[in-house]
């Protein structure tokens, strides 16, 4: 009987794996791991945000 075996994920940043029922910043290990995502994510939305401004001319293809 297996059943009671509890879900384990890895956290999206440093791959340790966690019980989702253990973890107060689930998905993530840690608080500390949940805010390196975050500002990863911010980082990369500053990138992409930053690139369009010089695909301005004229032709906008779907
Ligand atoms: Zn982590």
Sequence with gaps: ?????P????????KKKIRKDQS???PFCSERCQLVDLG????EGYRIEGDEPLNMNGD???
């Excluded at 009987?1 to 075996?5: E, G, Q, T, W």
């Excluded at 879900?7 to 440093?14: A, D, F, H, K, N």
């Excluded at 990863?40 to 980082?43: A, F, G, S």
């Design 24 to 26: 107060a910043h689930y």
């Design 7 to 14: 879900e384990q994920v890895p956290c999206p940043t440093c």
């Design 60 to 62: 906008d293809e779907d």
């Design 40 to 43: 990863q994510w911010l980082k």
């Design 1 to 5: 009987m297996n059943s009671a075996l």
